[in-house]
């Protein structure tokens, strides 16, 4: 059974930092392209990050700089590294894995940020 569990969400001060984790299982991580989305009410998914099977990074314009995407490919978990956090940060973040050998295609079930005052 496949499962992308996310955890490190919460409230956070503008200005703050956040670590998300995704803890993949039942995938063979090392193949697998990880990737963080986010949705705010009433928008569409968005790209956050980027970080390929072989450490190639990729940024959304808005969070460049602020945030980082580390992934552990023995621990098979990635993170986002989220600092200097503005209110339009405040979302559902998702964890993506995308194959590089199939179309297999996961998610996890989302971690609530807020960030606010």
């Known amino acids: 059974q496949v499962q992308l569990v996310e955890s490190g969400g919460g409230l956070a001060q503008p200005g703050g930092s956040l670590r998300l984790s995704c803890a993949a299982s039942?995938?063979?991580?090392?193949?697998?392209?990880m990737s963080w989305y986010r949705q705010a009410p009433g928008k569409q998914r968005e790209s956050v990050a980027i970080?390929?099977?072989?450490?190639?990074?990729t940024y959304a314009d808005s969070v460049k700089g602020r945030f980082t995407i580390p992934r552990d490919n023995a621990r098979k978990t990635v993170s986002l590294q989220m600092n200097s956090l503005k209110p339009e940060d405040t979302a559902v973040y998702f964890c993506?894995?995308?194959?590089?050998?199939?179309?297999?295609?996961?998610w996890g079930q989302g971690t609530q940020v807020t960030v606010s005052s």
């Open positions: 039942g995938i063979t991580f090392s193949i697998y392209d």
């Open positions: 970080i390929t099977t072989t450490g190639g990074t």
């Open positions: 993506n894995g995308k194959s590089t050998w199939s179309t297999n295609n996961y």
